[in-house]
């Protein structure tokens, strides 16, 4: 699996997670203190998202970090 493909499921992942819990790009950016174009980036596979932020969204979110791998 190429590094495109897998920014691409684990921007997936955190819009899914996002949706779930009716939460706006802006709503998330603001709690780990990031802009919400970063975050759209990301979600999108833009971006690539370092350990940090990952580790931030998953406290965010509530979920394990394996659940984006």
Do not use: C, W
């Amino acid at each position: 699996m190429g590094i495109q493909k897998i920014q691409n499921e684990l921007g997936r992942r955190l819009k899914s997670l996002r949706l779930e819990k009716s939460l706006t790009q802006e709503d998330v950016a603001n709690e780990v203190n990031m802009s919400r174009d970063h975050l759209s980036n990301i979600e999108n596979g833009k971006y690539p998202i370092n350990i940090k932020t990952l580790y931030k969204l998953a406290e965010f979110y509530k979920v394990d970090m394996k659940y984006f791998f």
